[in-house]
């Protein structure tokens, strides 16, 4: 158990419908991250958010949003889902920006739309 | 553009003998490199990590090594056991202090007992 408490841990939905993924840090994480990796291939950075605020973007749909809340859990919404947006979310967290170690992961949410 | 290369998807190695995973990245504004370990149903795990300022780091039986002037990395592990089979993904961030990273593929390391 890495800390990092991933739900749902298999999410099942039909194309144009919306789904909220679910994360919360290690005790003491401030940092929050979101990746997609998606059929063979590496992940791909989402979002990061810091205490509450955002703090960095990556390639994010317009479709998906996130935010982090005051009891720094954060939550993933992807809508107006595609077959395409079938992939693991990962959401990673890290004490604080900038420290000299990886962040620690979840063990992930598959999403399958059909 | 896949900034993060690792052109091997798969390699097996025979227990107790080293495991060498290669890596390859493009973008020269890299300077922070990652080793991360994962296994089928579980996330990644940090397994060890190199600044640019370095060519070598070393943790126990994970040795990573660094060639900035062909912009090129390696895991060895040795000896290697069969516990150490799983999925090794390479992931550079610019800037120390920028979280993003930037994954590689990955390649799945088999240990053969």
């Known amino acids: 158990d890495s800390g990092v408490t991933q739900t749902p841990k298999h999410l099942i939905t039909a194309t144009g419908q919306r789904v909220t993924l679910r994360c919360s840090p290690r005790?003491?994480?401030?940092?929050v991250y979101w990746y997609q990796q998606s059929l063979d291939q590496g992940l791909q950075f989402l979002i990061q958010?810091?205490?509450?605020?955002?703090?960095a973007k990556g390639n994010i749909l317009e479709r998906f949003s996130a935010q982090q809340f005051p009891d720094l859990h954060s939550e993933l919404n992807l809508s107006s889902l595609e077959l395409g947006d079938s992939a693991l979310y990962f959401c990673a967290s890290k004490e604080a920006p900038g420290a000299n170690y990886g962040y620690t992961f979840g063990s992930g949410t598959r999403l399958t739309v059909v | 553009d896949q900034q993060v290369k690792q052109n091997s998807p798969s390699l097996s190695v025979q227990e107790g003998r080293i495991s060498i995973l290669n890596c390859d990245y493009t973008?020269?504004?890299?300077?922070?490199f990652l080793w991360y370990k994962k296994y089928p149903a579980e996330g990644p795990t940090f397994l060890i990590s190199i600044s640019s300022i370095k060519d070598k780091n070393e943790d126990g039986r994970f040795t990573v090594f660094l060639n900035k002037s062909a912009k090129h990395l390696s895991l060895h592990i040795v000896p290697s056991q069969p516990g150490d089979s799983a999925v090794y993904f390479c992931a550079a961030s610019a800037h120390f202090g920028n979280e993003k990273l930037t994954f590689g593929t990955g390649t799945r390391l088999t240990i053969i007992p």
């Open positions: 973008n020269s504004m890299f300077d922070y």
């Open positions: 958010y810091y205490n509450g605020e955002e703090r």
């Open positions: 005790s003491g994480d401030l940092s």
